[in-house]
């Protein structure tokens, strides 16, 4: 059974980083793409960032400059950096796996997700 299991949330303030992981068991997903979306109270689910096989990673807008995200693949583990972060950026993260090697920003290229973990970045 495939799991992924996110962690690293919690509540900071505006400037500071944090680092998400998400890990992968059941399966490995080093060749496949996967992804972080977020989503805040009372607005839709939004892309934040994928990595696809090999090096090929996508951002959204908001995000570009202030988050990297990176695979452990020994670890079977994506990741996500979150530096200067904002209230913005407060919302419930989630990781997604597809089971092809390459995802785009649409929630439907994945097959798999985790719970989640909440980021609250107060000002």
């Known amino acids: 059974q495939v799991q992924l299991v996110e962690s690293g949330g919690g509540l900071v303030q505006a400037g500071d980083s944090l680092r998400l992981s998400c890990a992968a068991s059941?399966?490995?997903?080093?060749?496949?793409?996967m992804a972080w979306f977020r989503q805040a109270p009372g607005r839709e689910r939004e892309f934040v960032a994928a990595?696809?096989?090999?090096?090929?990673?996508a951002y959204t807008d908001s995000v570009k400059g202030r988050f990297t995200i990176y695979r452990d693949n020994g670890e079977n583990t994506l990741l996500l950096q979150m530096n200067r972060l904002n209230p913005e950026d407060t919302a419930v993260y989630y990781c997604?796996?597809?089971?092809?090697?390459?995802?785009?920003?649409?929630?439907?290229?994945?097959?798999?997700w985790g719970q989640g973990t909440q980021v609250t970045v107060s000002s």
């Open positions: 997604a796996a597809a089971d092809t090697s390459w995802g785009r920003n649409r929630s439907d290229d994945y097959t798999y």
């Open positions: 990595v696809s096989w090999g090096i090929l990673t």
């Open positions: 059941g399966r490995t997903f080093s060749r496949n793409a």
